[in-house]
């Protein structure tokens, strides 16, 4: 990698943060953190850790010589979970992000669903090990979007609660299956926490890795994609910025409705039949809660969502114009759409955002609109579980932990957001409902209902 004048390399850092944080304007953790350079993501650049920051993250891991680990909350369902991996080839599109290198679009895809009991199987990592060590290095993801020292965690330590290949519970029954898209920059991998419970609730989940968008993408072999969507100089002017937010949107949905596509075959070959693909729904955080929108938009397989704090629009710069309203938002859905908003600057209540006040005004299906009291952005991620562990043992993220992840106790953050969401899609996918999303629950104080 050519090296950058520090000035010019934090000037450079600043634009790309502009261009992630305004337009995605939910993404408050963006705002504040380091960005990859323009050569991140091109085949064959080194990715080194890079050196800690100085400070407690450095001082607490130089004394241990010991990097900080963290563990992942266990599911609450009745049943254990199991994961299997896919490699996925679009053989009709060129990659829009990497024309010149990759002929055809390729993406990796994970499924957890419910397993049956023991076995010898080991628990999934998280993360598998390259893709935790460029996301923990100093062009990933933790970095980018959490401003965490490079080297200062080791990423690759957290484990899932999830058996690799395990096989399907033979008394699940029928699985309503779930897609989830993670936040600008995110791997698939980043909620994970979530993405367990629902499947330990006899769900399988489908997890979309959106390739050369997410920091980093690990295909078979151990290969490594990284991000190129800021390849060559990243757009200043607020127009320039929008059309790059519209093809960020515009691939994320294509690549759900090709996972889509494949699900069919998937279901065949390694499923037994077992997914029923007449009920689909989908979730998303920040950039992937749009995403869960938008496909549910455009595609009618497609027959409940939940957006997990992010906007609907395509800001550019500084300007929350209405012109840049998504079709989602200017024409709504007639399907059921949850929005969890979280008390990051413009969220929360529909009413301070353009995107989410238009969609309420426009949407014809069932729609509620919830918000976490005492979270941020990043609330809503396996960011609420871990980082506060990773804090207490030194390694914290920058601008401090509260700006991260608010003020919210990590454990009613995770019992509620589950809660939530399983209720949702057991309203909406099973016909079940606890009427948690009717208004109010003294169950969780937590979760204001915005009427």
Known sequence: MTAVPRARHRHRNRNRRQVLATGLAASAALAASAVPSAAAGRPGTPTGTGSARTGGTRTATARSGVLPTARLPRPTGPFDVGSTTFHLVDRTRTDPWAPDTAPYRELMISVRYPAAPGGSAPRVPQMSAAAAAHFGGPEGAAALNLGMAPGTVDWGATLSHARQDAPVHPRAGRLPVVLYSPGLGDPRTWNTALVDDLASHGYAVVTVDHTYEATEVEFPGGRLATMRIFDGAPPTDPDAVSALLRKVVAVRVADTRFVLDRLPALNRTRFGDVLDLRRVGMSGHSAGGFT?????????????????????????????????LSTVALEGLDRPLLLMGTR????????????????????RGWKADVTLTGSRHASYTDAQSLLPQLARQGAEPGGGLTEAVGTVRPDRAAASTRAYVTSFFGRWLRGHDDHLLDGPSARFPEMVFTP
Do not use: C, K
């Not at 409940?304 to 114009?321: F, H, I, K, R, T």
């Not at 990051?344 to 949407?363: I, L, V």
């Open 344 to 363: 990051s600057e413009g969220s929360g209540d529909y009413r301070q955002q353009p995107s989410w006040a238009a969609f309420w005004r426009n949407t």
């Open 292 to 324: 869960a929108a938008q496909a549910m938009h455009d595609d009618r397989r497609i027959r409940a969502g939940v957006n997990l704090d992010g906007q609907m629009d395509y800001v550019g710069g500084e300007l929350p114009d209405g012109s840049r």
